[in-house]
């Protein structure tokens, strides 16, 4: 069974950077796509980037595009979400996802409340951006 785990999640100030990981473990060749999300305190989990695991693919949502940069490790099994000029709207806990042939395309990142459906979360890792 697919296993993620993020950590990398810290408190920042506004301006500031971090890289959040994504470690992925039995991966088979049906899953082809892993996805970032975000919750923020008393908001829907909402889609923020995905890759995808066999040609590279990315997609990103706007709210982010030109800060954050998805990439991966096929070596390491690894998914990294480089955020560059955080603001305190950032602040969430951040989730991989993944789900069994699912593309990265716009639709994985705007499920909205079918977020639920998603086969396989991580445990999620908290981003504060505060001075």
């Known amino acids: 069974q697919v296993q993620l785990v993020e950590s990398g999640g810290d408190l920042v100030q506004p301006g500031g950077s971090l890289r959040l990981s994504c470690a992925a473990s039995?991966?088979?060749?049906?899953?082809?796509?892993i996805a970032w999300f975000r919750q923020a305190p008393g908001k829907e989990r909402e889609g923020v980037s995905c890759?995808?695991?066999?040609?590279?693919?990315?997609n990103i949502v706007d709210s982010v595009k030109g800060r954050f940069t998805i990439s991966r490790d096929s070596a390491k099994n690894t998914v990294y979400l480089q955020m560059n000029s955080l603001k305190p709207e950032d602040t969430a806990v951040y989730y991989c996802?993944?789900?069994?042939?699912?593309?990265?395309?716009?639709?994985?990142?705007?499920?909205?409340?079918?977020?639920?459906?998603?086969?396989?979360w991580g445990q999620g890792t908290l981003v504060i951006v505060s001075t």
């Open positions: 890759i995808s695991t066999t040609d590279g693919t990315r």
């Open positions: 996802a993944t789900h069994p042939y699912l593309i990265c395309d716009g639709h994985f990142l705007s499920l909205g409340e079918r977020w639920r459906t998603l086969q396989t």
């Open positions: 039995d991966v088979t060749s049906n899953y082809y796509a």
